[in-house]
């Protein structure tokens, strides 16, 4: 008779994985044995880092430092030849191929080159929104104080870029790569 520790002590025991299939018992006989093919190991998450929309936001902000960075250092540059509004323009064209290739491989995991000629030109599309919010952020700033600085229309930019980032995550998550919304 099993004593009233012998249950718990079945339940904390790892199942075996070894199965037995015909295969298996004709390496076993001949004495080589061959590679197990399977599901491709999974991470299991613990905490909050289980849900898959918090990992995805972690990698999406890296990518927007790197890209908020290359924007601001490019706006910074081109604003004294090409004036305020055609600067932001320019910086965010440029990067916005950028931040569409890094959210696509590294935020969203998707490794395939299938439709990457439609995946950025979603996000150029998503660009134009963000264009808007931080132009119209320019222009709300200029109408305000026409004598803003540069250092202003960086601020401006910046606290407009969370917004536009935002939406962007959400255009991105929900629209552009919903096929990968759960990696």
């Known amino acids: 008779m099993d004593s009233p520790a012998a249950p718990a002590a079945q339940l904390t025991q790892q199942p075996s994985t070894e199965q ?4 298996q018992s004709s390496t076993e006989q001949s004495g080589t044995e061959q590679p197990r093919r399977g599901a491709p190991a999974t991470r299991h998450y613990r905490g909050v880092l289980r ?3 918090v990992r995805q936001l972690i990698r999406f902000t890296g990518v927007g430092v790197v890209c ?3 924007s601001l250092a490019l706006y910074a540059l081109l604003r004294p030849w090409l004036g305020p ?3 932001n323009a320019v910086a965010l064209v440029l990067t916005s191929l950028m931040n569409t290739a890094l959210n696509r491989r590294l935020t969203f995991k998707i490794t395939d080159q299938r439709r990457i000629a439609r995946d950025h030109l979603n996000g150029l599309f998503v660009i134009a ?3 808007v919010i931080t132009g ?5 700033l200029h109408w305000l104080r026409p004598e803003a600085t540069v250092a202003d229309e960086l601020w401006t930019t910046t606290l407009s870029g969370f917004l536009a980032t935002a939406v ?3 255009m991105l998550r929900h629209w552009i790569f919903r096929r990968a919304r759960h990696r």
């Open 20 to 23: 037995s299939s015909p295969e």
């Open 129 to 131: 929104v963000a264009l």
């Open 85 to 87: 509004q055609l600067a």
């Open 168 to 170: 962007r995550f959400t």
């Open 68 to 70: 908020t960075a290359t």
């Open 51 to 53: 849900f898959p929309v």
């Open 136 to 140: 119209g952020s320019l222009g709300v």
